[in-house]
């Protein structure tokens, strides 16, 4: 029997948390609703098994994304999760079949050189040991980088990485050790047996030529040991939590769980399979034009995960979404935010360490569905049938010329239609959702929808794509939510309105809501290609950039959001455009201050670029002949 | 008596011993740009809420700094947050975040009542 005293705090370690790990496992799919449960289950029998563990291996084990993004933090973040999962695995055959038995415990592969010094003098003895040194070299690079990014994240590509708690510290510090402490460990031993490949081997012959090796090597394995049962200790309840939470989030994820509005169980594993990379961090806006810097996604799960006050940090964000589209993880960080919105001031914050380790069920706040209506005042709902409705929204309102010009279209296009808010109506309920205030949101949902249902009709024109979002996705209607730049794109394509072509050059800034909320990428583009020569910026699509007026924040001053928007208009004319298009009223109105470019909605244009249809003029008086313009499309 | 039909009108005086001004400094406290006011009314002019009720932002402002809450609190809770105002102040209050204070210190003005 192959045993020492040293194995002790490893094993300890490891089990504990392999024990943890399966009964937080449990305790998360019990919390699971039921539906998510049968849904969890299909997807772990059925055919998205496959695709879970691909996923796994090249997001949890290569982290593909990261790489693509980013090499070094990528090549960091593999070498530690991919070195360490091959060393284990490799650790693992060499002792099964080098080892004095077969199926051996786990302490023997990983303590293989202290109980078979002897190991990896000839043949294929030598090359499994030579790619086991291999592999811990593979491993201590990625660990050097690790430590140069703790001191200038600058190395890695990172602008900025992430704060730790101490806590996080001491866990961090014990997995720092865990590698070199194995080298020198595998070295002395080495060393004093002559035996070892091109690493441990070399490294060993150097430290024994001067040092005892055979009685100092006996300290470092105790050192690996221990470091390696502090780590396993100290993972719940640090960041490197993720690395168990991850594998199960992407099973749940894989059979189509979605976080939705519910505060349950799958809110908590996206919150505990953050690691802090610090991507989120980067791609803020809030960040790299303003300069706050503590209110990023990181921290946000961060504060949830360490049960703290996250009101101040949740609705300090713009809910632009470009951490979303950037989160290796792809955790929905701004679903979580809008939760915790919601949810108000937490109050209870939990000191206890033991309980930290199970945490109870965060004290769900009950969404207020009682009480006094707030806009009982709003006066009777009353809508003409018709069709097609015409929404333009509070900020439309704002911004005439958007109005006006979505008139003229659709007055040209001859389509029969209703202009809902003529005389301005009530808000689509967004701003208050935003605000976290659901109940309210709510009460004005109802009245337009209503409003709508009375009006019969199936298709719905927003101009404003605050109000498409919430139009789509918190309405319960019958009826076709369109934005205008998709319903212009229809007119084009039916040939109901004439276009001429305007020679200029414009740049498009996609609105976040528009964008990243709702996934309309293509047709404003289409609209615009076919009025202009649309531009490129380095700032397209996904990567777009916020304008700085979001509704989503109410925190920043006006000052920090001038700034957000200076910036902003600065990378998207770099191209020096005739125009900068948007889609939106309120990025619109958001530029038009800070630049000398024009500022104008995709209506405007394409209203500029509207050829009046002959027929309805020539009718009434044959000899008027209007003069053709230069180019028809 | 006789009665001539006439009454004595309402104190017109504004009591700054006897208002509170919990709101006003709480929302003072949060959002220093709620003193840049200068009472234009622009918010008023553009409001959505405006548009169907009687709702002034400009006329609650002063109300609250003037610490006279009671017309106050059941009106506040009029605004949609549309964020219109925000957009249209000319000294770049963050009205809606003062909508949201004010309604937040309300809350906790009947929490902990004196």
């Given at each position: 029997?192959?045993?020492?005293?040293?194995?002790?705090?490893?094993?300890?370690?490891?089990?504990?948390?392999?024990?943890?790990?399966?009964?937080?496992?449990?305790?998360?799919?019990?919390?699971?609703?039921?539906?998510?449960?049968?849904?969890?289950?299909?997807?772990?029998?059925?055919?998205?098994?496959?695709?879970?563990?691909?996923?796994?291996?090249?997001?949890?084990?290569?982290?593909?994304?990261?790489?693509?993004?980013?090499?070094?933090?990528?090549?960091?973040?593999?070498?530690?999760?991919?070195?360490?999962?091959?060393?284990?695995?490799?650790?693992?055959?060499?002792?099964?079949?080098?080892?004095?038995?077969?199926?051996?415990?786990?302490?023997?592969?990983?303590?293989?050189?202290?109980?078979?010094?002897?190991?990896?003098?000839?043949?294929?003895?030598a090359l499994f040991s030579f790619w086991m040194d291999l592999l811990l070299a593979f491993i201590l690079s990625g660990l050097l980088l690790a430590v140069i990014k703790r001191f200038s994240s600058r190395a890695v590509g990172l602008k900025k990485t992430t704060r730790l708690k101490p806590?996080?510290?001491?866990?961090?510090?014990?997995?720092?050790?865990?590698?070199?402490?194995?080298?020198?460990?595998?070295?002395?031993?080495?060393?004093?047996?002559?035996?070892?490949?091109?690493?441990?081997?070399?490294?060993?012959?150097?430290?024994?030529?001067?040092?005892?090796?055979?009685?100092?090597?006996?300290?470092?394995?105790?050192?690996?040991?221990?470091?390696?049962?502090?780590?396993?200790?100290?993972?719940?309840?640090?960041?490197?939590?993720?690395?168990?939470?991850?594998?199960?989030?992407?099973?749940?994820?894989?059979?189509?769980?979605?976080?939705?509005?519910?505060?349950?169980?799958?809110?908590?594993?996206?919150?505990?399979?953050?690691?802090?990379?610090?991507?989120?961090?980067?791609?803020?806006?809030?960040?790299?034009?303003?300069?706050?810097?503590?209110?990023?996604?990181?921290?946000?799960?961060?504060?949830?995960?360490?049960?703290?006050?996250?009101?101040?940090?949740?609705?300090?964000?713009?809910?632009?979404?470009?951490?979303?589209?950037?989160?290796?993880?792809?955790?929905?960080?701004?679903?979580?935010?809008?939760?915790?919105?919601?949810?108000?001031?937490?109050?209870?914050?939990?000191?206890?360490?033991?309980?930290?380790?199970?945490?109870?069920?965060?004290?769900?706040?009950?969404?207020?569905?009682?009480?006094?209506?707030?806009?009982?005042?709003?006066?009777?709902?009353?809508?003409?049938?018709?069709?097609?409705?015409?929404?333009?929204?509070?900020?439309?309102?704002?911004?005439?010329?958007?109005?006006?010009s979505m008139v003229k279209i659709l007055d040209a296009s001859g389509m029969s239609y209703k202009f809902l808010d003529k005389e301005g109506g009530a808000c689509c309920g967004r701003p208050l959702m935003l605000a976290g205030q659901d109940k309210e949101a709510r009460e004005l949902i109802?009245?337009?929808?209503?409003?709508?249902?009375?009006?019969?009709?199936?298709?719905?024109?927003?101009?404003?794509?605050?109000?498409?979002?919430?139009?789509?996705?918190?309405?319960?209607?019958?009826?076709?939510?369109?934005?205008?730049?998709?319903?212009?794109?229809?007119?084009?394509?039916?040939?109901?309105?004439?276009?001429?072509?305007?020679?200029?050059?414009?740049?498009?800034?996609?609105?976040?809501?528009?964008?990243?909320?709702?996934?309309?990428?293509?047709?404003?583009?289409?609209?615009?290609?076919?009025?202009?020569?649309?531009?490129?910026?380095?700032?397209?699509?996904?990567?777009?950039?916020?304008?700085?007026?979001?509704?989503?924040?109410?925190?920043?001053?006006?000052?920090?959001?001038?700034?957000?928007?200076?910036?902003?208009?600065?990378?998207?004319?770099?191209?020096?455009?005739?125009?900068?298009?948007?889609?939106?009223?309120?990025?619109?109105?958001?530029?038009?201050?800070?630049?000398?470019?024009?500022?104008?909605?995709?209506?405007?244009?394409?209203?500029?670029?509207?050829?009046v249809p002959p027929v309805k003029r020539i009718i009434p008086q044959m000899n008027y002949r209007i003069n053709e313009p230069a180019r028809i499309i | 008596m006789e009665k001539f039909g006439f009454t004595i009108s309402r104190g017109r005086q504004i009591d700054y011993d006897a208002n509170?001004?919990?709101?006003?400094?709480?929302?003072?406290?949060?959002?220093?740009?709620?003193?840049?006011?200068?009472?234009?009314?622009?918010?008023?002019?553009?409001?959505?809420?405006?548009?169907?009720?009687?709702?002034?932002?400009?006329?609650?402002?002063?109300?609250?700094?003037?610490?006279?809450?009671?017309?106050?609190?059941?009106?506040?809770?009029?605004?949609?947050?549309?964020?219109?105002?925000?957009?249209?102040?000319?000294?770049?209050?963050?009205?809606?975040?003062?909508?949201?204070?004010?309604?937040?210190?309300?809350?906790?003005?009947?929490?902990?009542?004196?």
């Open positions: 029997m192959q045993f020492d005293l040293f194995v002790i705090p490893f094993n300890i370690g490891l089990y504990f948390i392999l024990i943890y790990a399966v009964a937080r496992s449990v305790l998360w799919f019990m919390d699971l609703s039921r539906s998510d449960k049968l849904r969890l289950q299909r997807g772990f029998f059925g055919r998205s098994f496959g695709q879970s563990l691909k996923e796994i291996f090249l997001e949890s084990l290569i982290h593909r994304k990261i790489l693509k993004s980013n090499f070094r933090l990528g090549y960091m973040h593999m070498s530690l999760a991919f070195g360490w999962f091959l060393l284990i695995l490799f650790g693992t055959i060499e002792a099964d079949v080098f080892g004095e038995s077969h199926l051996n415990a786990p302490y023997k592969a990983i303590f293989f050189k202290f109980f078979n010094p002897d190991h990896g003098r000839y043949g294929l003895e806590l996080d510290k001491v866990a961090l510090t014990a997995l720092w050790l865990i590698f070199p402490s194995r080298l020198i460990a595998e070295s002395l031993t080495s060393g004093a047996y002559e035996t070892g490949s091109f690493l441990t081997g070399s490294l060993g012959s150097v430290l024994a030529s001067f040092l005892p090796a055979s009685q100092l090597a006996y300290p470092f394995w105790w050192l690996y040991s221990i470091s390696l049962g502090t780590f396993f200790l100290l993972l719940p309840l640090t960041r490197y939590m993720h690395i168990p939470t991850e594998l199960f989030l992407i099973f749940a994820r894989n059979s189509g769980i979605k976080t939705g509005d519910q505060s349950g169980a799958f809110r908590e594993m996206q919150v505990y399979s953050c690691s802090s990379c610090g991507i989120c961090i980067d791609a803020c806006q809030l960040n790299f034009s303003a300069g706050i810097t503590n209110i990023q996604s990181a921290y946000l799960l961060k504060g949830i995960r360490n049960y703290e006050d996250v009101s101040e940090i949740a609705h300090n964000c713009l809910m632009c979404g470009r951490c979303d589209v950037k989160c290796p993880v792809g955790i929905e960080l701004t679903p979580i935010r809008m939760i915790s919105r919601r949810n108000g001031h937490a109050i209870h914050v939990e000191k206890n360490i033991i309980k930290k380790y199970f945490p109870e069920r965060q004290q769900q706040v009950q969404i207020k569905t009682k009480g006094q209506p707030v806009f009982s005042w709003l006066p009777e709902t009353v809508s003409e049938k018709t069709d097609v409705l015409y929404f333009a929204g509070c900020m439309t309102h704002l911004t005439p010329s958007i109005k006006n109802n009245y337009n929808s209503q409003l709508i249902w009375k009006s019969g009709a199936h298709t719905l024109v927003t101009s404003c794509p605050i109000c498409y979002k919430i139009f789509r996705e918190s309405y319960y209607l019958d009826v076709e939510v369109l934005h205008h730049t998709q319903y212009i794109k229809m007119l084009i394509e039916e040939n109901s309105i004439k276009l001429r072509f305007l020679r200029k050059n414009i740049a498009y800034h996609a609105p976040c809501e528009l964008g990243r909320g709702s996934g309309v990428y293509d047709e404003p583009k289409a609209v615009l290609q076919h009025v202009a020569r649309l531009q490129k910026t380095s700032f397209d699509d996904e990567n777009s950039l916020c304008c700085g007026g979001s509704l989503g924040n109410m925190k920043i001053s006006s000052q920090k959001k001038s700034k957000l928007a200076h910036d902003a208009v600065r990378e998207l004319t770099k191209g020096n455009p005739d125009m900068l298009a948007t889609a939106c009223p309120l990025c619109k109105k958001t530029f038009s201050p800070v630049t000398a470019t024009k500022v104008a909605d995709i209506a405007e244009i394409v209203a500029e670029a509207l050829v | 509170n001004r919990f709101v006003a400094e709480y929302i003072r406290d949060r959002e220093p740009s709620f003193r840049l006011c200068i009472e234009c009314g622009c918010c008023s002019a553009t409001c959505t809420t405006g548009n169907f009720t009687r709702f002034s932002l400009r006329e609650l402002q002063i109300l609250i700094r003037r610490g006279e809450n009671d017309q106050v609190r059941e009106n506040i809770k009029k605004c949609m947050l549309c964020g219109k105002c925000t957009l249209v102040c000319p000294r770049g209050v963050n009205t809606r975040n003062v909508v949201t204070l004010a309604r937040e210190a309300f809350q906790k003005e009947v929490k902990y009542a004196v």
